[in-house]
């Protein structure tokens, strides 16, 4: 998708369905979503919305937590 991550997704499940893209900037302290867009709707204006910004070390523990959780639900599928 280019230089930028989608952090939102279709209810289909597929994130090129309609996704809400972000540009996410890492620092040692600091994790930065901002430049929002809909590929599907350039003329949108999201300059508005955001940045958002999230302290880097419980941005780092929530995605592990997330990453347990998706883990955990893939293994129960597979059995």
């Known amino acids: 998708m280019?230089?930028?991550?989608?952090v939102l997704g279709c209810?289909?499940?597929e994130w090129g369905c309609w996704p809400l893209l972000?540009?996410?900037?890492?620092?040692?302290?600091?994790?930065t979503w901002d430049a929002f867009e809909q590929p599907h709707r350039k003329t949108r204006d999201y300059v508005a919305f955001g940045p958002f910004r999230f302290d880097r070390h419980q941005y780092d523990d929530a995605l592990q937590a997330?990453?347990?959780v998706i883990g955990s639900a893939a293994d129960d599928t597979s059995a």
Request: glycine share 14%; aromatic share 0%.
């Open 66 to 68: 997330l990453s347990t």
């Open 2 to 6: 280019g230089p930028k991550i989608p």
């Open 22 to 31: 972000a540009r996410i900037t890492a620092t040692a302290g600091l994790v």
């Open 11 to 13: 209810e289909c499940g």
